[in-house]
Nanobody, 121 residues
């Protein structure tokens, strides 16, 4: 059984930073895509950052230069370092994993339960 578990959400003021972590268990982690999505109240879920097994990264335009995705295969964990947070970054953040690269489309098979990020201005 593949399990995906996020942690690290919280509340910060605009300009602050947070680091999200996602532990994935139950499969050969190093060969899988790893990524992050988010969903703001009243909005559709959107892709934030994707890291493939070859190290290629795709970011949503609005987070480029502020967010960094990384992966530690030895720990079966991927991270999202978020800096210079803005109020529009507020939402529930989900980590994802899959063998298939769907880019920033929300078609991944394995999702975490979500962690709340709230940025106050």
């Amino acid at each position: 059984v593949i399990k995906v578990l996020e942690s690290g959400g919280g509340s910060v003021q605009a300009g602050g930073s947070l680091r999200l972590s996602c532990v994935v268990s139950g499969y050969k982690y190093s060969t899988y895509m790893a990524g992050w999505f988010r969903q703001a109240p009243g909005k559709e879920r959107e892709g934030v950052a994707i890291l493939d097994s070859d190290g290629r990264i795709t970011y949503r335009d609005s987070v480029k230069g502020r967010f960094t995705i990384s992966k530690d295969n030895a720990k079966f964990t991927h991270y999202l370092e978020m800096n210079d947070l803005k109020s529009e970054d507020t939402g529930v953040y989900y980590c994802v994993a899959d063998v298939i690269d769907y880019g920033l489309a929300p078609d991944y098979a394995y999702w975490g339960q979500g962690t709340q990020v709230t940025v106050s201005s």
